[in-house]
């Protein structure tokens, strides 16, 4: 396959799950619903990217818990471990934390579908 036909499949109607060089991420890989609203709420930015205030009034839009930083950070690593599995080892970080929030990195020349 060349660089340039490579795809990631995203599928954000029904349950989410994504597809990329025959590995699988399924909606109960993310391990939640938390990750599960994070990874939806990233994929459908433009940017790949979301603001920490956008994500935090995702993830709890009633009321906002004390720990909400920790619990954060622990869905963020929730969510991290399920795309590592599906885009491999040659991405690095696949949700890194930005200066305003988290974004998602897809292997260079990936097309995401």
Do not use: C, H, N
């Amino acid at each position: 396959m060349s660089p340039s036909s490579r795809v990631l499949e995203v599928q954000l109607a029904g349950a989410l799950g994504a597809t990329f060089e025959g590995r699988t991420l399924v909606d109960g890989d993310l391990g939640g619903r938390r990750p599960r609203l994070m990874l939806a709420g990233i994929l459908r930015q433009p940017d790949l990217a979301l603001r920490r205030d956008d994500l935090v009034r995702l993830l709890w839009p009633d009321e906002v818990p004390p720990t909400w930083a920790t619990a954060l950070r622990v869905t963020a690593s929730k969510a991290r471990a399920a795309l590592g599995g599906l885009l491999g080892p040659e991405v690095g970080d696949p949700l890194p934390a930005t200066d305003s929030g988290y974004a998602l990195r897809v292997p260079a020349g990936v097309l995401l579908r």
